[in-house]
Structures are given as structure tokens and as C-alpha cells.
């Protein structure tokens, strides 16, 4: 049997360990690098989860795409468009 070691997607470390199950029963990870201590999981069911999903977003924004364009492009939720742009720091007036 060969045991290939778990990377944190955000640090690229490979001090990864067992954090339980989300609701949908996938396991999810946490890195236990003190400078990351991020929580994970591998296999999303959504894809809207993924990490690359919100800076593909972002960049179809940039580009002149529309929400309900990026959503269907993505095959994502419109919701997840809208709330991605909610959640962004750019978008927050000072």
C-alpha cells in the first residue's frame, strides 16, 4: 500500500490532517501549519467552492461578462456570482 501525502491547497504544506465530515459527508482536512491552519476539503460537490472558480469570476467581471453570463459559462449558480461580488473587497465603498 502507498500513502500519498495530502497538500494544503493554501500553503502547499503537507501537515494535513483528518477535521471531520461536512454535511454533504465529504472529510474534510486542516493543515496544521501555524502560518496557514486553514480547514479543506478535497473534493468539493459544488463547483462553485472551488478556490479558482472565485478569481475566474472575478476576471469575467473584469472583462465585461455579466452575472447570469459567468454563472451559465461557469456552470455555477447565479447566486454564487452575485455573492462572490458582495464578498469581494473591492466592492466595498469607503
Not at 465530515?21 to 473534493?43: H, L, M, V, W
Amino acid at each position: 500500500m502507498i500513502l500519498e501525502p495530502l497538500h494544503c491547497p493554501n500553503c502547499d504544506g503537507i501537515d494535513v490532517i483528518k477535521h471531520g465530515q461536512s454535511a454533504a459527508g465529504k472529510q474534510r482536512y486542516r493543515c496544521q501549519t501555524p502560518e496557514c491552519n486553514k480547514t479543506f476539503i478535497r473534493d468539493y460537490s459544488y463547483k462553485g467552492y472551488l478556490p479558482g472558480i472565485k478569481q475566474q469570476i472575478t476576471d469575467m467581471a473584469m472583462n465585461g461578462s455579466g452575472v447570469r453570463d459567468t454563472a451559465r459559462v461557469l456552470r455555477i449558480s447565479p447566486n454564487t456570482v452575485i455573492d462572490t461580488f458582495k464578498k469581494s473587497p473591492s466592492s466595498k465603498i469607503c
